[in-house]
T-cell receptor, first 115, second 114 residues
Framework: NAGVMQNPRHLVRRRGQEARLRCSPM?????VYWYRQLPEEGLKFMVY????????ESGMPKERFSAEFPKEGPSILRIQQVVRGDSAAYFC?????????????FGDGTRLSIL | AQSVTQPDIHITVSEGASLELRCNYS??????LFWYVQSPGQGLQLLLK??????LVQGIKGFEAEFKRSQSSFNLRKPSVHWSDAAEYFC????????????FGAGTILRVKS
């Protein structure tokens, strides 16, 4: 029963390093969403991707953050030159289509800690 | 701007007691409404969803929610809480007009007393 798979589950980086977070959607799902959860807050939308396309990146910080969902392989959320404020849980969700009435299924998240 | 409010940060109920978690939204469009549950260190599990039709929706684990358009609310209820229900609960709203992003409330942490 392959749900949304995220790795690593925990990631520790020093300030200035790069963080790469991976997400493999559920089988048959071609739409991927990334959300960030800061401590004691709800999830905040970051980016919505289909295979090889960024559909909506309105929630992505303008600098240092990028996302991709290549034709083959997982979706990647990349954070360059990490800072303390990037410490958060990053969740990936997937859905089979982009139609709103199909709910998003979430992975277990990647907890990013910045030293 | 779209927003979701969960007024209760923490709620404590006794095992076997009834539960109601509140959710209010502000949206300029016809909303799709969801409740998710998150156990510590885990991802979010979908409890139930409302898109259209009957305003009282049934979900998993004995949960239900009622959509009240006049009050812009989508409160989650359970008639008898079990200790395993202790978790954090998130209300989320989407709308076709705003693309595929979900807007989440800040969450309500449920503690169950035995």
């Amino acid at each position: 029963n392959a749900g949304v798979m995220q790795n690593p589950r925990h990631l520790v980086r020093r300030r200035g390093q790069e963080a790469r977070l991976r997400c493999s959607p559920m089988k048959g799902h071609s739409h991927v969403y990334w959300y960030r959860q800061l401590p004691e807050e709800g999830l905040k939308f970051m980016v919505y991707l289909q295979k090889e396309n960024i559909i909506d990146e309105s929630g992505m910080p303008k600098e240092r953050f990028s996302a991709e969902f290549p034709k083959e392989g997982p979706s990647i959320l990349r954070i360059q030159q990490v800072v303390r404020g990037d410490s958060a849980a990053y969740f990936c969700a997937s859905s089979p289509t982009g139609i709103q009435d199909q709910p998003q299924h979430f992975g277990d998240g990647t907890r990013l800690s910045i030293l | 701007a779209q927003s979701v409010t969960q007024p209760d940060i923490h709620i404590t109920v006794s095992e076997g007691a009834s539960l109601e978690l509140r959710c209010n939204y502000s949206y300029g469009a016809t909303p799709y409404l969801f409740w998710y549950v998150q156990s510590p260190g885990q991802g979010l599990q979908l409890l139930l969803k409302y898109f259209s039709g009957d305003t009282l929706v049934q979900g998993i684990k004995g949960f239900e929610a009622e959509f009240k358009r006049s009050q812009s609310s989508f409160n989650l209820r359970k008639p008898s809480v079990h200790w395993s229900d202790a978790a954090e609960y998130f209300c989320a709203v989407g709308a076709r007009e705003y693309g595929n992003k979900l807007v989440f409330g800040a969450g309500t942490i449920l503690r169950v007393k035995s």
